[in-house]
């Protein structure tokens, strides 16, 4: 698992912002129209989690979701695709790819592990 410094840094300051001291999990969720996608959510630790620890921030990922998409990459970006987020089209927000696809229901914007959380 790899997340960009800016993306620690952008978790970090949302979390001192709310006053919340969570660890961060990266999980599988209902993308819309690309089917299922990787995103996150604050969780508490399970046992079947691996803990991956940047800059003091705890991201956790689920051994079956590790199973299902390798390598995961989480990052802070500018602009959007337009696939992954609703409502405005544009703007900030986080990015949660991964190395292998996951498998999709129906799907216009392709099958893959990514563009799940923004903002």
């Known amino acids: 698992m790899q997340v960009s410094d800016l993306a620690v840094s ?9 006053n ?8 599988i969720m ?3 129209c690309s089917g299922p996608v ?7 630790k399970k046992d079947a989690d691996a803990v991956f620890e940047y800059d003091g921030l705890n991201f956790l990922v689920d051994s079956a979701v ?7 990459n989480v990052d802070y970006v500018q602009e959007t695709s337009g ?3 609703s409502g405005s089209g544009g703007g900030s927000g986080f990015s949660v790819s ?7 229901v129906g799907g216009g914007c392709g099958g893959s592990c990514g563009s799940g959380s923004c903002g």
């Open 20 to 27: 919340i001291t969570s660890a961060i999990r990266v999980a």
């Open 98 to 104: 991964s190395e292998r696809p996951l498998s999709t």
């Open 83 to 85: 696939c992954g987020c």
């Open 10 to 18: 952008k978790v970090r300051e949302y979390m001192a912002e709310n």
């Open 66 to 72: 590790t199973a299902a998409c390798g390598a995961i």
């Open 38 to 44: 990787l995103s996150l959510a604050l969780d508490e």
């Open 30 to 32: 209902s993308g819309g």
